[in-house]
């Protein structure tokens, strides 16, 4: 007569998404009328190729095996077919495989096997957020209306995020777009050139721009350059994703927001980038305001400049505006000599400090212009430099007048020893 063979099904509860940090419990169910032999629980891994014992029930002996490291504690037997994952990790995101033992009805050296399987999903939210300002510093143009684009980076997210912008606390209606053209933004300024909306923004020429004079300049004076072209209606916002997977299974998400920028409109103009994501409890939030130049504030190291110094003039700040108010996007610094050229012979230089080595005297009173300027605008800033004499130099000065004049009494001695000499001779 054939032995009848043992009833044995095997099934694991299936898992929501799990967080990390989130204490995770796998649950092997299973019905059977034969007699436990063990339970064994794998980690799969490598896409099925390597399975990793995690835990072990042995029922002949009514032990427990762990097969992970001791020193986290990463499984507990609640009963015998539940184990508990504390603290997941990234990395503990994968199949799991429940392995069921009993024995056979006819022997008890022949053991009958089922499983089930799981998949653990782990989410991961962000890290961080920033944004930033592409393709600046950037020089400022009253003349030519200029495509601006903000970018929200995004990182450590799993799954990636949702990523959207707002203006003013209001979700901006974005029209989305591809990389077709060009690189990065590039793409939208093809575009954006075809807009029928936006052909004619230009209302004045670029006139002749008078040499300055150097006297007619106080050093007070911060001047602003507005725009001089007009946008007649509002900016189409241009909204594009890029996705950059990174090793840990996270990504990093890049979005890109262009539009034509209006300085008068957009100055002080309030632009957030929020995140969504089914790992957060309220959406990551990072904002800016952008906002032109306001009039550099200028230091001058040393504060009392001598002939022969190294002279510094930086930007410490600016002189405008509430106390804590940031300038966005970074400025581009640009120095100039009014009435003249740079001590080392250039026309300007750019960087948020000036070096004038070894002055000379003859720059004593010279007026140095910093301007800055962004996308949103430009404003000067005028200092004169005033070079004092060097006690150090004219002493020094003196020392070499009177060597030379010894020197040369010396020679009219000599010169007269060698005469007497030779009108004696002849």
Request: glycine share 8%.
């Amino acid at each position: 007569m054939k032995a009848e063979k043992r009833y044995l099904t095997v099934t694991i509860e299936p898992l929501p998404a799990a967080v990390v940090g989130d204490t995770v419990t796998l649950k092997c169910n299973f019905k059977t009328d034969g007699r436990l032999r063990e339970i064994v629980w794998f980690r799969v891994t490598e896409g099925g190729t390597i399975k990793q014992k995690i835990f072990t029930y042995d029922a002949m002996f009514n032990t427990n095996y762990s097969h992970m490291e001791d020193y986290r504690r990463r499984e507990d037997l609640v009963y015998q077919s539940t184990v508990r994952l504390p603290e997941v990790r990234l990395a503990d995101n994968g199949p799991y495989e429940c392995h069921v033992g009993i024995y056979d009805r006819a022997t008890r050296e022949k053991v009958v096997l089922a499983s089930g399987s799981v998949f653990l999903n782990v989410m991961a939210p962000p890290l961080s957020i920033s944004v930033v300002a592409a393709d600046t510093p950037a020089p400022f143009s009253r003349y030519r209306a200029q495509n601006f684009t903000l970018m929200c980076i995004v990182s450590g997210g799993k799954p990636a995020p949702v990523v959207y912008f707002k203006r003013d606390g209001e979700v901006i209606d974005v029209i989305p777009y591809t990389q077709s053209v060009g690189r990065g933004p590039a793409g939208v300024r093809a575009v954006m050139a075809t807009d029928g909306q936006r052909g004619r923004q230009y209302t004045e020429s670029p006139a002749h721009t008078p040499s300055p004079v150097t006297e007619a300049i106080p050093e007070t004076v911060v001047s602003r350059e507005f725009p001089r072209w007009v946008q007649s209606s509002d900016p189409f916002y241009y909204f594009h994703n890029v996705l950059v997977p990174l090793k840990n299974g996270t990504s990093e998400v890049r979005a890109i927001l262009t539009w034509i920028l209006n300085p008068e409109l957009d100055n002080d103009a309030l632009f957030s980038c929020e995140v969504k994501h089914p790992a957060l409890s309220m959406p990551m939030q990072a904002e800016v305001t952008l906002a032109a130049p306001k009039g550099p504030r200028l230091s001058m190291t040393p504060t009392r400049a001598k002939v022969g110094d190294t002279v510094r003039i930086a930007v410490q700040g600016f002189q405008v505006g509430s106390v804590g108010s940031e300038v966005f996007p970074e400025p581009l610094f640009t120095w100039t000599r009014v009435g003249g050229h740079l001590l080392d012979g250039s026309e300007e230089r750019d960087g948020k400090e000036l070096v004038l080595e070894r002055v000379p005297a003859e720059l004593n009173g010279s007026m140095y212009r910093c301007t800055a300027q962004n996308p949103l605008g430009s404003t000067d800033t005028h200092t004169r430099l005033i070079v004092f004499e060097n006690p150090s130099m004219r002493e020094g000065a003196q020392s070499q007048s009177n060597g030379a004049s010894y020197n040369g009494i010396v020679g009219l001695t000599a010169a007269a020893a060698i005469l007497t000499v030779t009108l004696a001779v002849t």
